[in-house]
């Protein structure tokens, strides 16, 4: 049965005080580094102005990123908080508005989620002087560095930690997303004799496993963050 759909720009309502509040509830603690501006000295030697340099720079950036990520956790949480039934049949129009809104913030949440991580692997590799040409900074090659164990041991295990957010992330950017239904049409050759054209379903992953998913991730990066400082205190580079 066709349903007609009336929707203003004026349904659109951006989350109140109290939905704030509320989504952020399950936010985790997340801060930058906090690193000195170093202003030019000719009595610091060039590399050292050009590491510290650095680091404050890309520290800024990581607090842009990070106010945006929960900028997009909050949207992403306050739609489905409004309500997003399971049953279409049972919607109304400020269902199908959070459901779109979702939709589309729960994509730039993990938008923003593997570039503060990629944020962070840029620190990384200036603070412990892996060498790497930006570019060229990213998971694989920090860890075939070797160049500090302790701290190639928090990039395995927060990389492994977030494999599922950063699936999810990748196929949304790269190939047919996870959150959508797959009704795309393929080929069963199991039978030695013939190859069969079959259609098949494979169901989204679920709004509230994506609410999950967001959940754990975010208590992953703050974990990662706060080793990442205890250590660099107790290298003091």
Not at 51 to 64: I, P, T
Not at 167 to 178: A, C, Q, V
Request: charged share 30%; hydrophobic share 30%.
């Amino acid at each position: 049965m066709n349903k007609t759909i009336n929707i203003s720009s004026e349904d659109f309502k951006y989350p109140s005080t109290d939905e704030r509040i509320n989504a952020l509830k399950s936010y985790p603690e997340l801060s930058y580094f906090d690193f000195e501006f170093q202003p030019f000295s000719f009595t610091i030697l060039p590399t050292d102005q050009h590491k510290k340099n650095h680091l404050f720079w890309w520290d800024k950036c990581l607090r842009s990123k990070l106010e945006k990520l929960q900028a997009s956790y909050v949207y992403t949480k306050t739609h489905y908080e409004r309500g997003i039934p399971e049953d279409e049949e049972n919607f109304t129009n400020t269902n199908y508005i959070n459901r779109t809104q979702f939709d589309f913030y729960i994509e730039v949440f993990y938008y923003y989620f593997i570039s503060t991580r990629d944020i962070l692997f840029q620190i990384v590799n200036i603070y412990y002087d892996f060498g790497l040409k930006e570019r060229g900074v990213n998971y694989k090659n920090l860890i075939q560095e070797k160049v500090n164990k302790e701290v190639i041991d928090l990039l395995d295990k927060f990389n492994k930690n977030i494999s599922d957010s950063s699936e999810i992330r990748n196929s949304i950017t790269h190939r047919y997303p996870l959150n959508h239904d797959d009704c795309r049409t393929e080929f069963d050759d199991r039978s030695e004799d013939y190859i069969y054209l079959t259609f098949k379903t494979k169901k989204a992953i679920s709004r509230l496993e994506l609410i999950e998913d967001m959940n754990r991730s975010l208590t992953h990066l703050s974990e990662f963050v706060n080793q990442l400082k205890k250590n660099m205190k107790k290298a003091n580079l």
